[in-house]
């Protein structure tokens, strides 16, 4: 298959969405699901260790792996149409 150059374009922006989106999983610590609460222990001086749900966002690699899924449809379809017609 010949690439021609909007083709190109889109390829770069295709990687670079794939990439930022990594870059961002990796961010938030790489976690395999996303989670809305992570799980704060705190020192008391009269209870001692306590622990307590904050609410907190942690990206998951399935929100990732959905994100890159649809980049990628986007771009099989725009790279579709253009295409160089013989």
Not at 5 to 20: D, M, T
Request: net charge positive; no cysteine.
């Amino acid at each position: 298959m010949k690439v021609n150059a909007k083709q190109k374009k889109v390829l770069l922006i295709w990687l670079s969405a794939i990439a930022a989106a990594i870059l961002i999983w990796f961010s938030f610590g790489g976690e395999i699901f996303t989670k809305t609460q992570v799980l704060m222990e705190t020192n008391d001086e009269i209870f001692g260790g306590t622990k307590a749900w904050k609410n907190q966002f942690v990206l998951g690699l399935d929100y990732t792996l959905g994100f890159i899924g649809m980049v990628t449809i986007i771009t099989v379809f725009i790279m579709w149409r253009l295409k160089t017609k013989r």
